[in-house]
Nanobody
Framework: QVQPVESGGGLVQAGGSLRLECSAS???????LGWFRRAPGKEREFVAV????????AYADAVKGRFTFSRDNAKNTAYLQMNSLKPHDTAVYYC????????????????WGQGTQVTVSS
């Protein structure tokens, strides 16, 4: 069992950058990791996924080209670099871990963090 913990959220102006981190007290290296977000009044949505080896990533169309998902298994930490942020990126961002080899839907993730708030002002 693994408990992801997110950090790095905050308030940033449109066009700015933030880097979210996902870590855990137990090993993350054997899990596929995903980022999801939930904006006020909206459903939770997929943001990005990275395979356990970091050899494969995928992104939602809304963030493609602006967000980069990476991981350092030696540091037991994953990173979501978010550039060119827009007001509609405002949401609570969740890191999740899946035992599946590949997972792009929330139902494939068993372990979830508490979330970190990202607010982008215009």
């Amino acid at each position: 069992q693994v408990q992801p913990v997110e950090s790095g959220g905050g308030l940033v102006q449109a066009g700015g950058s933030l880097r979210l981190e996902c870590s855990a007290s137990t090993r993350l290296s054997s899990y596929t990791l995903g980022w999801f977000r939930r904006a006020p009044g909206k459903e939770r949505e997929f943001v990005a996924v990275i395979s356990w080896s970091a050899g494969r990533t995928a992104y939602a169309d809304a963030v493609k080209g602006r967000f980069t998902f990476s991981r350092d298994n030696a540091k037991n930490t994953a990173y979501l670099q978010m550039n060119s942020l827009k007001p509609h990126d405002t949401a609570v961002y969740y890191c999740a871990a899946s035992a599946s080899e590949w997972a792009t839907t929330a139902r494939d993730y068993l372990y979830w963090g508490q979330g970190t708030q990202v607010t982008v002002s215009s």
